[in-house]
């Protein structure tokens, strides 16, 4: 039989919530764990307070984004303003 992928932080719940639980589980902490960088300054060391809450451990600003991933801020585009 052939594995997809390794459950990794999910080994630690044994043969218990079933595999897809874990799977699932185990994803979604990696995504919050990962390094992300922060929108204001650009360090790459953003940290999860809570579920939707990040902080940067640089320059200090706090900012809602996904729960357990930061999304890509678009980028703001300054209206021109042309003579005719």
Do not use: H
Request: aromatic share 14%; with cysteine; glycine share 8%.
């Amino acid at each position: 039989m052939a594995r997809n992928k390794a459950v990794a932080s999910g080994k630690r719940f044994g043969s218990r919530y079933g595999r897809r639980n874990r799977d699932k589980f185990a994803f979604l902490e990696t995504q919050a764990r990962k390094t992300y960088s922060c929108p204001s300054c650009g360090y790459d060391k953003v940290s999860r307070e809570a579920a939707g809450i990040w902080s940067c451990g640089k320059c200090g600003s706090k900012f809602a984004s996904r729960a357990y991933q930061v999304t890509k801020f678009p980028v703001l585009k300054q209206k021109v303003e042309e003579d005719f």
